[in-house]
Nanobody, 121 residues
Framework: VQLQAYGGGSVQAGGSLRLSCAASGRAFSSFHMGWFRQAPGKEREFVAAISRSDSTTYYADSVKGRFTISRDNAKSTVYLQMNSLKPEDTAVYYC???????????????WGQGTLVTVSS
């Protein structure tokens, strides 16, 4: 499956952005989906994940209550709604897909190219 993430940009602290990740090549509904981020000089970290059936979601503690992951299987797209953004949310955000497991680890089989989110104070 090919993943294309988009929707990043620059926003002031307290603002909102919605990231999208469009999938192509295989049945999107067969994949668990995740969002990760990587800030300069730091390791890539888990942000959120959603099961293929949309019944289960996971969030990193740092984004709980501010970010919401969702998916539209008919559009083969997963979203990350980010509210109350903070400067520490600045990072390149990546979407990922895995057909076998829903996980908070980086063990996803497929990755998108990333989209940059910059939050200024």
């Amino acid at each position: 499956v090919q993943l294309q993430a988009y929707g990043g940009g620059s926003v002031q602290a307290g603002g909102s952005l919605r990231l999208s990740c469009a999938a192509s090549g295989r049945a999107f509904s067969s994949f668990h989906m995740g969002w990760f981020r990587q800030a300069p000089g730091k390791e890539r970290e888990f942000v959120a994940a959603i099961s293929r059936s949309d019944s289960t979601t996971y969030y990193a503690d740092s984004v709980k209550g501010r970010f919401t992951i969702s998916r539209d299987n008919a559009k083969s797209t997963v979203y990350l709604q980010m509210n109350s953004l903070k400067p520490e949310d600045t990072a390149v955000y990546y979407c990922a897909a895995d057909a076998r497991r829903l996980t908070k680890t980086r063990n996803y089989d497929y990755w998108g190219q990333g989209t940059l989110v910059t939050v200024s104070s």
